[in-house]
């Protein structure tokens, strides 16, 4: 393969970083010469790096737990027990949306 293969080839994605250098080393190339084009070629994502990282962003889901009423508990406790699972439910609500925007803004990123 030449050098202008191994480019194109490293620059579409066809190619990982490791058989990139590899090559361009076999053809005469210094090893940190051959890194150095790397980092200036770096392709978008090769397809099976993009599917690996891609499967990782996913945000994990989030879910209040349930605070326990007891049944014999007075009225005004039931009613704040309520009031404080409402507003936990509201609270992981909110995280789980800021998780899901922060994890679209990484595949958006990432080429995803």
């Known amino acids: 393969m030449s050098h202008r293969d191994l480019v194109t080839a490293y620059a579409s994605g066809r190619l990982s970083r490791r058989s990139f250098v590899s090559g361009l080393t076999a053809l005469g190339v210094s090893a940190s010469a051959a890194t150095a084009y790397a980092t ?8 099976a790096a993009q599917s690996q990282a891609c499967g990782e962003l996913y945000p994990p889901q989030v879910e209040a737990p349930d605070i326990p009423i007891p049944p014999k508990a007075p009225a005004f406790v039931q009613d704040r027990l309520k009031d404080l699972q409402a507003r936990l439910d509201k609270q992981f609500a909110d995280l789980q949306d800021r998780l899901n925007k922060k994890f679209a803004e990484l ?3 990432h080429g995803c």
């Not at 200036?40 to 397809?47: E, G, M, N, Y």
Request: glycine share 0%; charged share 25%.
């Open 40 to 47: 200036v070629l770096h392709p978008t994502r090769s397809a």
């Open 107 to 109: 595949r958006n990123r």
